[in-house]
């Protein structure tokens, strides 16, 4: 226990201490970071207040059918968490060089697990829980609910439901370690990624959103009344239906009834976690040399893949056609090698379209036939903004630890006689071509889907690329003050403080693009019921007010970007 | 030709180099000493663009490194402490990189990467991934990409670290051979020995500053005095 709170002081100490330097620039930083988590859980909070009322109030859809609702949210938060975890437990537990120096020490395996899970957990999921307990303080606040209320539930509900999915993750991340030794990492994270996607489908389909609203509307006014009976036998061993169970009954004033679902959580919790600890006895250290195992043969195989146009040293005349520069046609060959062979890039890259193929999917069978001006005019900032969340996620992967990536071996590129602008505009065109695709495709795909006209479908678009530059610029200017040449896990590096910042910063900017488009589009929407021919005029100024915004940001994050670059290597 | 003048860097409160000058001549091979901490990996990042001076400047071949940094970079060949390297990339692919950066033309590059695969032995692993190298490894391929754009001026930072005996051997009969070609060679080391067989001049560097300078050549030779000096200097 002595050796476990040592390292575990040691961990907070250094925390402690790199959060409250004192020099100016940790200041602003830490500022800024009050200032973006602050905002963002303030319009968290209000949103899910404003959503609650709207739910309740206006559209009268009743307490039960409000808290399944929130828990197939909370099903959703729970497959994140537990995936977040996953991807960011491979990082620390078994590619960290710290768990390699832990490993040389006397001290049990057991508590190295436990010290870096903790680590991992409280840095992979504290978004996350930000964004968890500002919903809960918005939902919370409707129901005029006391302070003890919202103190028990985040540290004895919504804390054990989080642990709980990351306790799962870790236990199944031992697993599939052990599993990848037998049958291959690419054959696994094949089914890995299935199984996920099934369970996903299967909850949904068991739940059947659509039959449970119909079935629940039957008994419109009462619709308050507990409809237990309707729920699907499985669905009640899931923590997302004890917390929303425990919600449930707490907003009525039943106690008695909402006290079990905390014990079963808690128990299911601490449960969890012996659990775990017993198995990491046995088996983390054993997965721990398979993982190296593992590394050790991915390098020694040579690559059987090969592109002769992106050799080093081959002769290519496509590349005399494309640039004069060999500076950027090796950058180029660099980053591609680079990121095809990291398998933790690739493999992000492809659920990433997969993600996207569902989203065009899902909205594709949408049948949305609005008429009202004011929801035509919602349902098409949704979508966009549904198509924004998914560029910045993008971003947010693949371009905040662009400059991150240069490493430690960034000493290469700062003492030859490449010119850091050059290498910045590099990876900002780079990455700025990847999220117009994105975006474009995002746009023109969802937009044709909702049944949007060809005029609004040119605006979704010229709104689109200005997102993209956006979005980009942010990403790669906010990576580049943030960045982190020691840490070679880009997945680490994009769930960063830093990265989280800017991803908020990301969501502060889309909100002012909804915010700038919302009553121009109202009017537009409305000019149809008056057979008014302006209409369109209504649109012009807002876009280029949009696209001026854009380029705001993407001015100033280049700039930001363009100094940080330049910074002491 | 490297020339500092007065150059200083501080890291908030902390100097780390404090206004030091220095003129090292062309085919010169200085040898900068000091202890842990007394500032050589600062001084040599200044000199290679890594870090800002806080106040002087450093010239390379008579370009402000800092003014006008790429004819500066272009002319000489840098070797830090630690020989990073891209773990995804083979070392041939690394060079060919390196090469690219300094604008070299294919025909040209091609015939230098052969060539320093040989000088420095690297061919049995130049076509592994750098994830597998060793430290020894690792630091051949540097010096590979360090020589590849042939430069004049050759600043190393702990060249030796993690070689063995041979190819220790063959780095410094490169070396050598190299300077005695017109090559300047700037070395920062903790080898007294290496520095008694190799450079023409020295100094040694205490809490930033520099605090002696000596010579050696026909005429006054270390003869294994250097280590005496040394720890005297620096108690």
Known sequence: MRELLLVLNLKSASILKSLFRQDSQSLFKMLASVLVFGGFALGMFFLARGVTTYLLQTAHIGLFLFHRFLSMLLYVFFITVNVGNIIVCYATLYRSQEVGFLMSLPISHAKIFLIKFVDNFFYSSSTLALIGFAILLGYGSYFHLPWYFYFFSVFFVFLPFMLIAGVIAVVTLMGLISVASRIGIRWLLGIVATGYVSVIYLYFKTTNPVQLVGEVMKHYPDVNTYFGYLDPPLVQYLPNHWVTEFLYWSVNGNFERAIPYFFLLFLTMAGLVVTAGLLARKYYYRTWLASSDLQAMRGSKSSSFHLTVLEFGAESSIWKKLTRSPQTEVLFKRDFWMFFRDPSQWLHLVLMALLIVIFLVSVGTLELHLIQPFMRAVSFLVVFLFNGFLIASIALRFVFPAVSLESDCFWAVRSSPLELRKLYFHKLRFAFALTCIVAEVLVLGSMTFVGNDGFLLGIAAVCGICVALALTSLHLGAGSYFAMFKEKNPIRVASSHGASLTFLGSMVYLSGVVLILIVPLHEYFESFVFSDDSARSWLYLPVAVVALFSLLISVTSTSVGLNAIKRDF | ?235
Do not use: W
């Open chain 2, 1 to 235: 030709m490297i020339e500092l003048r007065n150059v200083t860097k501080k890291f908030g409160s902390l100097t780390a180099v404090d206004n030091i000058s220095l003129k090292i001549e062309a085919g010169q091979f200085f040898g900068f000493l000091g202890p842990n901490g007394a500032g050589k990996t600062t001084t040599i990042k200044m000199m290679t663009g890594l870090y800002k001076p806080t106040a002087g400047e450093c010239l390379i071949n008579g370009h402000n490194i800092h003014v006008n940094s790429l004819p500066a970079k272009r002319s000489f060949g840098y070797v830090p402490d630690q020989p990073y390297l891209y773990e995804k990339l083979t070392g041939r692919e690394f060079l060919y990189f390196v090469g690219g950066l300094f604008d070299m033309s294919s025909q040209v590059l091609k015939k230098k990467v052969e060539e320093l695969i040989d000088v420095f032995e690297v061919g049995s692993f130049v076509d592994k991934r750098a994830e597998e190298y060793s430290q020894g490894m690792r630091q051949r391929i540097v010096l590979s990409a360090a020589m590849l754009h042939d430069p004049n001026v050759l600043i190393i930072d702990e060249p030796l670290v993690g070689l063995d005996p041979r190819s220790a051997r063959l780095v410094k009969d490169t070396l050598k051979r190299k300077t005695r070609e017109g090559l300047t060679i700037f070395m920062s080391t903790h080898l007294l020995e290496i520095v008694e067989e190799l450079c023409d001049r020295i100094a040694i560097i205490k809490s930033g500053r520099i605090i002696r300078e000596e010579v050696q050549n026909e005429e006054r030779k270390f003869n294994g005095q250097l280590e005496t000096m040394f720890l005297e200097l620096t108690k």
